[in-house]
């Protein structure tokens, strides 16, 4: 309307359109700042605007709200009752409604994390009739949910094909939360998550050799796992021989300091469960050579780094911290897997208690199971401590816990849910179908003394590489037919061309 006005009047309607869309401005942010429903508008806005400019950074925002380690406190949820609702649900919520009129995957995309969405549904109601703790009915749907919801988004964003704008995300994660864990291991600043001194005998040293009066913190953050998944994929690329330089110095510096301040072994256990797998999905005098020339230049790269780090920085304050935390990590990942160590630890006799526990959950139910929420042991420990609380109902096998949770029956949908797309890539000749199959069964493996799928970002962690494995396993199949189909047209369009030639003659 503006442009059918001339000269001054133009100039002066101009000005008052421009005012007052100023001034709306000013009153949505002072609303903005009073109550919850300003910042839903403000957050509302702000997913508008994303999706006008970029839909795949709603991606990158929530990897990076579900991943980073930040200040405790800063992860920000709203609490509904029993339900509690974190900022990355709601991101990774957005994300995968933001990529599906992108990708328009076909319905058989919906399949797998469809069954596994109603199954866990099916089970909560059974938890809810049975009358367990609504807190915890919710709280162990939620991580089961999320694995479904990060094998949507490991699929849309294969699919999508902004595979290197989800690496380049990741990798700023990894190296911000890098930096805020040598922080807090220096006691600059406090993260969310877990914190364990392994000073003495209390410390993750029960039963082991002492950890030789070192000032090493355990530090347990939403990166952690994510962080050993990444070192699996590099692992199991090393092997496949299909990444190049550039990616290693982008994401392996920030993993492998954040999985030694965290000091867990099951990254021991993911590694070697994924080289062993690429190997096999790779076998050749290739992927041998490789694996020689990998294990020697890393031995010859750790017994290089490590004296020479501690030489030069002996007699100084950095040199003490970063000595303290090689023998913490001696102590308690590499000398905490052998079988003498393992049988006098006090985590793993729990563990044990566990098992015999749920086994005998297991036996009462054995089809249906008990539903989420059962309290499969009693509880015991100090008052408010976890084994009063929510450990009668966890438990870090996480298999046994989901067949005293759904029975034979829901542990029949997990099984369809996870085996197919490994099974789908490690049949598959494309190199990152197999490096996605290696992550996610050395995860898997990993789920038997660790249960991600309980674990906020874990269960994210998960999902993301069984949907990426079964994202490029379908891409690498439609490529080979297509390879194949394409020769058969060529031959007939030559068969087909004298004929045509000689009727238009």
């Known amino acids: 309307m503006i442009r059918y006005v001339r000269g001054r009047q133009r100039f002066a309607l101009s000005g008052a359109v421009q005012a007052a869309f100023l001034f709306a401005c000013f009153l949505f942010g002072a609303?903005?700042?009073?109550?919850?429903?300003?910042?839903?508008?403000?957050?509302?806005?702000?997913?508008?605007?994303?999706?006008?400019?970029?839909?795949?950074?709603?991606v990158w925002l929530a990897l990076f709200a579900a991943f980073a380690s930040l200040p405790d406190g800063w992860h920000y949820a709203m609490v509904f009752g029993p339900v509690t609702i974190y900022a990355y649900h709601v991101a990774l919520l957005l994300a995968i409604c933001f990529l599906i009129p992108i990708v328009r995957p076909r319905f058989s995309a919906y399949l797998l994390p469809g069954m596994l969405l109603l199954t866990v549904v099916c089970f909560?109601?059974?938890?809810?009739?049975a009358g367990h703790?609504?807190?915890?009915?919710?709280?162990?749907?939620?991580?089961?949910?999320?694995?479904?919801?990060?094998?949507?988004?490991?699929?849309?964003?294969?699919?999508?094909?902004?595979i290197r704008g989800t690496i380049r995300a990741i990798a700023v994660t990894l190296w911000f939360s890098a930096g805020m864990v040598v922080a807090s291991s220096f006691h600059a600043i406090r993260l969310a998550g877990r914190t364990e001194s392994l000073r003495g005998a209390g410390g993750g040293c029960t039963g082991m050799a002492q950890c030789a009066g070192a000032e090493a913190v355990r530090l347990m953050t939403n990166t952690v796992t994510p962080a050993i998944a990444v070192l699996t994929a590099l692992v199991a690329a090393l092997i496949?021989?299909?990444?190049?330089?550039?990616?290693?110095?982008?994401?392996?510096?920030?993993?492998?300091?954040?999985?030694?301040?965290?000091?867990?072994?099951?990254?021991?256990?993911?590694?070697?469960?994924?080289?062993?797998?690429?190997?096999?999905?790779?076998?050749?005098?290739?992927?041998?050579?490789?694996t020689a020339v990998v294990t020697a230049a890393g031995a010859v790269l750790l017994a290089v780094t490590v004296p020479g780090a501690l030489f030069l920085l002996?007699?100084?304050?950095?040199?003490?911290?970063?000595?303290?935390?090689?023998?913490?990590?001696?102590?308690?990942?590499?000398?905490?897997?052998?079988?003498?160590?393992?049988?006098?630890?006090?985590?793993?006799?729990?563990?044990?208690?566990?098992?015999?526990?749920?086994?005998?959950?297991?036996?009462?139910a054995p089809v249906f199971g008990h539903g989420l929420g059962y309290a499969y042991q009693l509880p015991f420990g100090k008052a408010r401590t976890f084994t009063a609380t929510l450990g009668t109902t966890y438990a870090h096998n996480f298999y046994l816990w989901w067949l005293a949770k759904a029975g034979a029956v829901g542990m029949a949908a997990f099984?369809?849910?996870?085996?197919?797309?490994?099974?789908?890539a490690l049949r598959c000749a494309s190199a990152p179908a197999k490096i996605s199959a290696a992550v996610g069964v050395g995860l898997l493996a990993v789920c038997t003394v660790s249960p991600m799928p309980q674990e906020a970002g874990d269960a994210l962690t998960l999902g993301l590489a069984l949907g990426s494995a079964m994202a490029f396993a379908s891409r690498g199949r439609t490529e080979r037919l297509g390879a194949e189909q394409t020769p058969a047209l060529t031959g007939a369009e030559q068969t087909q061309t004298p004929t045509l030639t000689g009727a238009a003659q």
């Open 124 to 129: 909560a109601v059974v938890g809810f009739a």
């Open 314 to 364: 002996q007699h100084s304050s950095a040199g003490a911290w970063l000595g303290d935390q090689f023998t913490a990590f001696n102590n308690r990942v590499l000398g905490g897997v052998s079988t003498h160590t393992l049988a006098v630890d006090h985590s793993t006799l729990d563990r044990l208690a566990e098992d015999a526990h749920l086994n005998r959950a297991i036996a009462k």
């Open 31 to 58: 609303a903005s700042v009073r109550n919850f429903r300003g910042l839903a508008l403000l957050g509302l806005m702000f997913c508008v605007v994303v999706y006008w400019v970029k839909p795949q950074l709603m």
């Open 240 to 290: 496949v021989g299909r990444v190049r330089p550039a990616t290693y110095l982008a994401l392996g510096p920030p993993a492998v300091i954040i999985a030694l301040l965290s000091f867990a072994r099951i990254s021991l256990i993911a590694m070697a469960v994924a080289a062993v797998v690429a190997f096999v999905a790779n076998l050749g005098w290739s992927s041998l050579r490789r």
């Open 415 to 424: 099984a369809l849910f996870a085996l197919t797309p490994l099974f789908r």
């Open 133 to 162: 703790d609504a807190a915890d009915v919710v709280r162990e749907a939620t991580g089961m949910l999320e694995l479904s919801g990060g094998f949507m988004l490991g699929l849309l964003i294969v699919y999508c094909g902004c």
